[in-house]
């Protein structure tokens, strides 16, 4: 669907927006391609930002610059301060990221007005995090409670070795954390309504508006 060409550039954060038409509905693979984006970018420096902390924590502890106790909640908190943090600006990153076949927008919600794709501020970009966050959070705990308790009792009857306890629920707690922050991508931040705007999914590049002759061409020959 064509728009028609203006004289004049939209305001400050907000730019024309394709029609409804031209919006794409997404599918488990939109999702797919939007978590891994999102998934491997904040869990590679998370864990080099974790592994750095605790270089610093075992040199202030060994050199005595600081007592252990209050490293304590450092190295047990720490890792998820980073994580968070991370996951912010990673957010922000994929907010405004062109995929092979797609690219994500946010879309006023004013439905007073012609749709608008807004800029991807701090503030808009701290709602989808949130948003993300706690019930990812959530899901979460709901998870230990009816799959991980229950998985666990089972697996004790086996009476297993440590290492393959240990390996074992680390793997599951990967494919458990991998499908609910994939669930919530697809099934809380793909068009939902997030405060005055929702995210959604557009083509790489808006349709280019067909000439429309004015009066001052010139005529055809012939």
């Known amino acids: ?14 730019h024309s927006a394709p029609g409804l038409d031209d919006y794409i509905q997404p ?20 864990l080099v930002l974790s592994f750095l902390l605790g270089l610093l924590v ?21 890792p998820y301060i980073i994580n968070y943090v991370v ?29 608008q794709t807004l800029d991807p501020t701090v503030i ?3 709602r989808v995090w949130w948003i993300f966050t706690w019930r990812t959070v959530l899901y979460t705990v709901l998870c230990i409670v009816f799959v991980n308790y229950p998985m666990a009792m089972f697996v004790g009857l086996f009476k297993p070795s440590p290492l393959f306890a240990s390996l074992f629920f680390q793997l599951l707690g990967f494919l458990t954390g991998s499908a609910l922050s994939l669930f919530v991508i697809y099934s809380n931040i793909l068009e939902e309504n997030i405060g005055d705007f929702r995210v959604v999914l557009l083509p790489r590049q808006s349709a280019v508006p067909a ?12």
Do not use: C, Q
């Not at 996951?87 to 946010?106: D, N, S, W």
């Open 58 to 78: 075992r040199v202030l502890w060994e050199n005595f610059i600081v007592s252990a106790k209050p490293l304590v909640p450092v190295t047990r908190y720490g």
């Open 87 to 115: 996951a912010l600006f990673v957010m922000r990153y994929i907010l405004g990221k062109t995929f092979r076949h797609f690219r994500l927008g946010l879309i006023s919600n004013d439905s007073a007005s012609p749709a």
């Open 124 to 126: 808009r970009t701290l």
């Open 1 to 14: 669907m064509s728009n028609l060409a203006t004289m004049f550039e939209s305001p400050s954060g907000a």
């Open 211 to 222: 000439h429309t002759p004015l009066a001052t061409d010139p005529a055809p020959l012939g």
């Open 27 to 46: 599918n488990l693979g939109h999702g797919l391609r939007i978590w891994w984006a999102y998934y491997w970018p904040t869990t590679l420096i998370t």
